[in-house]
């Protein structure tokens, strides 16, 4: 049966395009607003009162998600990101958001910047929900392929990565890696398509480029990957 209801899909993102963080409302009370100030903090208000993830402090997603997973009103989850990546230099989008309708879910997307924090990132998941609309029990991912076009600083190895992310442990665990190309105009493809990457049921896949010095803004740079839900 799931392998009858299996869906294949895909992501692309170009510059700060990626969803850091996805935050949807859970409470009756009406919503003031949703702000991320530049390098400083989310500031999340409502009829109850409000809710702040303070960069300083919350210096991750991580740190970010589990503060405001822990308030009573609101829920977040990690999209394009890991727990480790940083918060506090300029690297989420600033602006008030505003709320839109995704998977049946009405929410907030906080943008990753690309620029500065060199680094594009797309999570392969069953459910892209913050509040978990979709049951991940018996579910899982698998990851076809990907490709990217980006003027990276320094192409290294290690620098393409692979993570799998364990919702229960809250862990993310390195399983392939390569070495980064720089270009802007010709392709770098990884194709798994004979044997794709499968994540554990549950489990999510966290497919990044990044880079130790910089990725230059260009119109051409983009990410993208092709997976499977089932």
Known sequence: MRALLAQTTSLRYGEDEPVALRITHTSLSAITSVIVT??????????????????????????????????????????????????NASNLVAGTLTANTKNGEIGYDVMLDTTTTFTFPIRCT????????????????????????????????????????DPVAKTETGIWSAASTDNTATVTEHDFSKAPITAKEGNDLIVLVTDAASITHATTNYIQALYTRE
Do not use: Q
């Open 126 to 165: 069953y459910d892209r929900t913050a509040g978990s609309i979709l049951p991940s029990k018996g579910h899982r991912v698998k990851l076809v392929k990907f490709e990217y076009v980006l003027n990276v600083g320094n192409a290294a190895a290690d620098m393409v990565n692979i993570y799998e992310w």
């Open 38 to 87: 530049t390098a400083t903090n989310i500031v999340l208000i409502d009829g109850d009162g409000t809710t702040t993830s303070t960069f300083s402090t919350d210096t991750t997603l991580g740190k970010v998600a589990d503060r405001i997973n822990a308030s009573s009103n609101w829920r977040c989850k990690i999209l394009d990101g890991l727990r480790a990546t940083a918060t």
